[in-house]
């Protein structure tokens, strides 16, 4: 698995960074944000 810079335009919240860091540390997450983390792996 590899993470790649990529543009992810404007994000609806600044929750989708923390559903994100949730996913990639396998964590659950229950806030409103979307996780981009499909976005970012190769």
């Known amino acids: 698995m590899r993470v790649v810079p990529r543009d992810l ?3 609806d ?3 989708d960074l923390g559903a994100t860091v949730a ?3 396998g964590l659950s997450f229950r806030g409103r ?3 981009f983390l499909t976005e970012l792996i190769v």
């Open 13 to 15: 919240t600044f929750s």
């Open 33 to 35: 944000g979307k996780s």
């Open 23 to 25: 996913e990639w540390f």
């Open 9 to 11: 335009g404007e994000r």
